[in-house]
Each structure stands twice: as structure tokens, then as C-alpha cells.
């Protein structure tokens, strides 16, 4: 087969007028242009700045663990992802939980776990927790703890919480139960350091 070289010709001068012309310096930008932009620039900052106040205020917030009291679970450093949706409306602390919790006395809020809910009688025995005369199951558990407590029944409205960590623990049995009102939300997983994302053992 032949090819005509005026055909050639003819589909590449065909592409020429798609290509972009060149005019010269367009001038700077009008004031409208830059006032425009200058709008667009701060209106996206103070959404962003809105939609995470709103989050950190009624959906999430994130927190950096401090101190040994949640081991082995949760360890100095890590970043752990706490939600306040399922308390504000669905229901209650449960048995498990693993909560963010705020003290008069302390200037952060602790981490730690719900162990019993309000009417529930707690006690521990032989470093053994006992909930209404039964032993609970504690799967998160590696150091118990190494004293007795009495038999506390929880009031109304307040849970008794523990860290994991029973020998190197800060919390009810020391305080005593604790208000619902003073539970900020339910840590949900850890996000920070990547090798050990995951959720936390609520069961």
C-alpha cells in the first residue's frame, strides 16, 4: 500500500488549532480575582477548624496513653481512638468497656476498664474479682491484684472501673465508683504506632 504524503500532511495540520495559543503576558491578577481566593482559602480553614471542633466536642477524640496502669493492653505513647456517640444515645457503660474517665484530682483523665455497673456488688478475692458472688472472666488480665478488696455494691448511676494492670492501678478501689457524668466515652481501638492498630478486648 501506498500512502499519499499529502494526507499526512493534511491530518497533522488537522491537530494544530487544539493546541493552546500563545498571547503574551496575561497580566496580573485583578483584585477581585484575589479577593476571591483569599475568601475561598479562609473559608475552607474555618470549616475544617468547625468540623473538628464538632467532632472533638461530640463524636470522637483522640488520646496519647500515660502511665502503666492498662498494660498489658495499652502501653506508654499510644495513641488510642475514643468515640462519645454510643454513651450520649444508645446505652450505658458495659462490663468491659475500656473508658476515658475525669477526676477532681487529677489534671488528665485516666483509662480505664468498667468491672461493674451500678447495682452490681464487687469484691476481690485471692486476686480474684468476684461480681455478685461470681468470679469474672478477665481475658485482658495478666498481673491481679495482690490484695483483697471488701465487697462494694456500686450505687446508682456509677460503675466501678479498674485498670488492667491490678498491681500498678489508680482507680475505684482507691476512689471509689465513679459517676456516669464523669465518663467522657469508650476507647474504641489504637491507631498509633501502625504495628499496633487494632481494637481493644472488651469481652
Known amino acids: ?11 497533522t495540520l488537522r491537530e494544530e488549532p487544539h493546541l493552546p495559543k500563545l498571547t503574551g503576558n496575561p497580566g496580573p491578577p485583578s483584585a477581585h480575582t484575589l479577593v476571591r481566593a483569599l475568601w475561598d482559602t479562609t473559608s475552607t480553614i474555618l470549616l475544617s477548624l468547625l468540623i473538628t471542633l464538632i467532632v472533638n466536642t461530640f463524636v470522637a477524640r483522640a488520646w496519647v496513653v500515660e502511665g502503666p496502669s492498662m498494660q498489658p493492653n495499652l502501653y506508654y505513647g499510644q495513641r488510642v481512638m475514643m468515640e462519645k456517640v454510643t454513651y450520649q444515645f444508645f446505652h450505658g457503660p458495659r462490663r468491659g468497656d475500656v473508658v476515658v474517665v475525669d477526676m477532681p484530682d487529677s489534671p488528665e483523665p485516666l483509662i480505664k476498664r468498667v468491672m461493674a455497673l451500678p447495682g452490681e456488688t464487687i469484691e476481690i478475692r485471692d486476686g480474684r474479682v468476684y461480681v455478685d458472688g461470681e468470679p469474672l472472666e478477665e481475658p ?16 446508682p448511676l456509677h460503675v466501678f472501673v479498674m485498670g488492667d494492670n ?25 491507631y498509633w504506632p501502625l504495628e499496633h492498630i487494632g481494637g481493644l478486648q472488651v469481652h
Open 1 to 11: 500500500m501506498r500512502y499519499d504524503r499529502s494526507q499526512l500532511k493534511e491530518a
Open 140 to 155: 485482658w488480665v495478666e498481673r491481679t491484684a495482690a490484695r483483697d478488696f471488701p465487697a462494694t455494691t456500686v450505687p
Open 166 to 190: 491490678r498491681p500498678d492501678s489508680h482507680d475505684s478501689r482507691a476512689f471509689g465508683p465513679i459517676h456516669v457524668d464523669q465518663i467522657r466515652g469508650r476507647a474504641l481501638f489504637i
